[in-house]
């Protein structure tokens, strides 16, 4: 039991696996962090955005 314990510990061929995984998950973390922190600016400009085209819609279309 000792034997394959040990022999375990020094396998390292998961260890970049693990590693990537880590990274990943740090890196989808931060941008989940920084979309959230900017959250209500991006709100803003979609709602900005499509109120524009919404009345060049009209606009186009003869509309008032």
Same mark, same amino acid.
């Given at each position: 039991m000792l034997q394959r314990l040990h022999g375990f510990w020094d396998q390292e061929e998961g260890q970049d696996?693990?590693?990537?995984?880590? =990274?990943?998950?740090?890196?989808?973390? @931060? #941008?989940?962090? =920084?979309?959230?922190?900017?959250?209500? @600016? #991006?709100?803003?400009?979609?709602?900005?955005?499509?109120?524009?085209?919404s009345i060049a819609n009209m606009a186009a279309q003869g509309g008032s």
């Open positions: 696996l693990i590693e990537y995984t880590l =990274l990943m998950t740090f890196i989808v973390m @931060a #941008v989940f962090a =920084l979309i959230g922190a900017g959250h209500p @600016a #991006v709100v803003g400009i979609w709602t900005t955005t499509n109120q524009h085209i």
